[in-house]
Nanobody, 121 residues
Framework: VQLQASGGGLVQPGGSLRLSCAASGFTLEHYAIGWFRQAPGKERERVSCISSSDGSTHHADSVKGRFIIFRDNAKNTLYLQMNSLEPEDTAVYYC???????????????WGQGTQVTVSS
């Protein structure tokens, strides 16, 4: 099982970025998967996730209405479209999965390497 995250970078406040997470060794749509982030000095938090049981998506309150999580099953890739970015979104972003169906429960066992997102003018 491997996850390869990419797409981070430096963006101005109000800008957009799209993160990608390419999965290999398993079929992404069959398992819970999500995006997490960790800012310096802060605990890691779950940003957005997709449950495999019903395809439902969930977002942290801090990103609702700004971030969209979706997957391309043909490419076995997960995405995070981030709009209206704020300096508070600055963090290392990780994709992760676990072999359960609900993305709101369970221990995430497999993690990508992380990609840095910096929102600054």
């Amino acid at each position: 099982v491997q996850l390869q995250a990419s797409g981070g970078g430096l963006v101005q406040p109000g800008g957009s970025l799209r993160l990608s997470c390419a999965a290999s060794g398993f079929t992404l749509e069959h398992y819970a998967i999500g995006w997490f982030r960790q800012a310096p000095g802060k605990e890691r938090e779950r940003v957005s996730c997709i449950s495999s049981s019903d395809g439902s998506t969930h977002h942290a309150d801090s990103v609702k209405g700004r971030f969209i999580i979706f997957r391309d099953n043909a490419k076995n890739t997960l995405y995070l479209q981030m709009n209206s970015l704020e300096p508070e979104d600055t963090a290392v972003y990780y994709c992760a999965t676990h072999f359960g169906s609900s993305c709101l429960r369970g221990e995430y066992d497999f993690w990508g390497q992380g990609t840095q997102v910096t929102v600054s003018s």
